[in-house]
C-alpha cells in the first residue's frame, strides 16, 4: 500500500460520516453518533496527515505551499468542530455549521486527491510512498484510540 491509498481509505470513510452527519435530524441519538464517528475520523487522520504526509512534503520546495495549505483547511475544519462542540446540538445553527464543515471536508478531500496527490507523486519516491503509508496508518490508528 501506498500513502495515497492510505489516504483515500480514511477520505472514504470522512465522506460517508460526513454525508450521514447532515442527514440527521434535531438532538438525536443519529447525529451525536455520526457528529462523534465524522470528529474522530477527522482528528485521527489530520494528525497522521500532517506528521506523515504534509510535514516530510515540506522537505521539498514544490511541497511546502501544499502542506501549508492542507494544514490551514485542517485548521478551519477544527474551528468548525469547536463551534459545533459550543453549539445545542439541536439548534438550526448546529446543522448551518455541521453543512459548512461537511462542505470543507468534500473540498479538501477533492482538492488533496486530484492536486496535492499529483504533485506529491512526483516528489516522493515509491519507497518513500510506501514508508510513509506504513508510518501513516500507525499514527492514525494510534490516534483513533486516543479519541
Not at 95 to 109: D, R
Not at 113 to 124: D, P, R, T, V
Request: charged share 35%; hydrophobic share 30%.
Amino acid at each position: 500500500m501506498n500513502i495515497f491509498e492510505a489516504l483515500r481509505e480514511s477520505h472514504e470513510r470522512q465522506r460517508s460520516y460526513a454525508d450521514a452527519l447532515i442527514q440527521t435530524h434535531g438532538d438525536s441519538a443519529e447525529r451525536a453518533e455520526a457528529y462523534k464517528q465524522l470528529k474522530a475520523e477527522l482528528q485521527a487522520h489530520e494528525t497522521a496527515e500532517e506528521r506523515c504526509f504534509y510535514i516530510p512534503l515540506m522537505k521539498h520546495d514544490n511541497g511546502m505551499d501544499l502542506s501549508r495549505h492542507g494544514i490551514s483547511e485542517h485548521h478551519e475544519m477544527d474551528e468548525m468542530m469547536e463551534e459545533l462542540d459550543e453549539t445545542e446540538i439541536s439548534s438550526p445553527a448546529w446543522l448551518a455549521t455541521a453543512k459548512k464543515l461537511s462542505e470543507k471536508v468534500h473540498h479538501h478531500l477533492k482538492e488533496e486527491e486530484q492536486k496535492f496527490f499529483q504533485m506529491a507523486g512526483k516528489l516522493l519516491n515509491d519507497k518513500q510512498k510506501e514508508s510513509l503509508a506504513d508510518d501513516y496508518v500507525k499514527e492514525y490508528e494510534e490516534q483513533l484510540q486516543e479519541s
